[in-house]
């Protein structure tokens, strides 16, 4: 049973921005380590950014400098904010808390 949701995808042109969030009811995200993932066309799933239970943070080569991960403890949610989006950047994200289910994801489309 997933206990979390992602949203906050949608169609951005390149350049643009978009900030994900991942809200639980059911997972105490400061807890554990949560990891925005994302799945482009045909590709695999890869991890793009993580933060531990102790904010500290990492980041796929892809995105460095470009997105940020982040997590308000009061709101039990983490943020993926995304800056510089460019087309390799579109696919579904998803957010998970340790090694749980998969979630729906968030689709992400950077295109003119």
């Known amino acids: 049973q997933v206990q979390f949701v992602e949203s906050g995808g949608g169609l951005v042109q390149p350049g643009g921005s978009l900030r994900l969030s991942c809200a639980s009811s059911?997972?105490?995200?400061?807890?554990?380590?949560v990891g925005w993932y994302r799945q482009a066309p045909g590709k695999q799933r890869e991890l793009v950014a993580l933060i531990t239970s102790s904010g500290s943070t990492n980041y796929a080569d892809s995105v460095k400098g470009r997105f940020t991960i982040s997590r308000d403890n009061a709101k039990n949610t983490v943020y993926l904010q995304m800056t510089s989006l460019n087309p390799e950047d579109t696919g579904v994200y998803y957010c998970?808390?340790?090694?749980?289910?998969w979630g729906r994801g968030t689709q992400v489309t950077v295109s003119s």
């Open positions: 998970r808390p340790g090694a749980s289910s």
């Open positions: 059911g997972i105490i995200f400061r807890l554990h380590v």
